[in-house]
């Protein structure tokens, strides 16, 4: 996924209300971007954090700058959570995720499951409908370790149960977990922050619900699926 144009860096302010960023660019203008990310961004919220912006140029836009990246200790982490359903989108057309490839035909947005819609449903004559669920990772805590979530996440506990069912009736049942930084390789859920959620991982994964993560190649030119890392259960 290419952005439009090269981003430009500055510097974090703040960031609050959970989708509004105030920073200064390179050339000292104060803007205030959209922050496209409703979780809490432990470890990237921090006033003075270098980051990266994007600009629409669409007038009607109340914000003209969006959040895009922000830099950690030298790597880059991608914030904006509309990225990894576009960035999943691509890989599947190009068959670049050996697990996922081979259907014809990708349907985002289906409605399945208690008035929930999945992100991707994998079709294939004679072969069992695949239901794909994809969920942003951006938390680093200590060492290379990704987890998921970084708060609270009722929903997607939720969708694990709904994939469950979706495995009890013989169809393939898939969450991803796509890791927007640059300094992980392995991945694991988060106990402490959302232990309802880690034992729904469990759980599903021992109901045949597939777990699949993978990582992402990012610059501030674009952002790629990148490649698999290991589950630390």
Known sequence: MDFPQPLKRGQLIQRYKRFLADIVLEDGTEITAHCPNPGAMLGLNMPGLPVWVSRSPDPKRKLAHTLELVEVDGGLVGINTMHPNRLVAEALAADAIPELSGYASHRREVKYGQASRIDFLLEEPDRPRCWLEVKNCHLRRAGTLAEFPDCVAARSTKHLRELVAMA??????????????????????????????????????????????????????????????????
């Open 168 to 233: 009890a009736q013989g169809d393939r049942a898939v969450a991803l977990f796509v890791v927007q930084r640059t300094d992980c390789d392995a991945f694991a859920a988060c106990h402490d922050l959302d232990p309802a959620f880690a034992r729904g991982l469990e759980a599903a994964a021992e109901a045949g619900v597939e777990v699949l993560v993978y990582g992402c190649d990012l610059s501030p030119e674009r952002v790629s699926i990148g490649g698999q890392m290991p589950w630390a259960r």
